[in-house]
């Protein structure tokens, strides 16, 4: 498992320092909530570990790139209830499970974007399902930026505060910390599809 994270790792480290590597942290950032859920942190922490100085910065574009996928996928689930998305639910029965949802987005919606977008489940499927219903615009970007930029933002500071004990932890424990990431991701699935 080593030979495979490491080189991982080293290509993240390799690319914070590229003047390129902005462009990719917004690029990553950006087809992560609307077609890859790979997450913006793993090349995020290690240019801000690289440049302390820009880690808020590096947090920003991160940011703004997440913010504008979103919106991406909230207009692909919008269109797609249109299209595909009445066919998708009566295919598999959810009518009832889809009303319930609607009521609790209608009730609950920002808290949901913003609980959702600080945790390890895919941003993805809060974004789409904003979009799907139909979850008032104005109140969903607010609620994205904020969530989305709780989290990197506090990546960034705790970087920006802690630094090289930080890249030398992550260095030392590589294998615990992907293993750490990867639980919190499959239970963030886990937890999306037995809602």
Known sequence: MRIGLR???DWAVAQSHKPHAPWLLFFIAFIEPCFV????????????????????????????GSVIGGLVSYCIGALAMHTVGHFIIETYGWQDAFRRFEHLFDKY????????????????FVT?????AHYNLFLFLPAAALS????????????YKFGDPIRIFIEKYLVWVSLAVL?????????????
């Open 183 to 195: 639980a919190l991701l499959i239970g963030g699935f886990w937890v999306v599809l037995h809602e």
């Open 148 to 159: 989305r930029g709780g989290r990197f933002f506090i990546e960034a500071a705790l970087i």
């Open 128 to 132: 789409l399902a904003s979009g799907i």
């Open 109 to 124: 919606g920002m808290l949901i974007i913003i609980a959702k977008g600080l945790t390890p489940i895919p941003f993805m």
């Open 7 to 9: 080189p991982l790792y």
């Open 37 to 64: 859920p790979i997450p913006p942190d793993a090349l995020l922490v290690p240019m801000a570990i690289t440049y302390r100085e820009k880690a808020f910065r590096f947090a920003a574009i991160a940011t703004l």
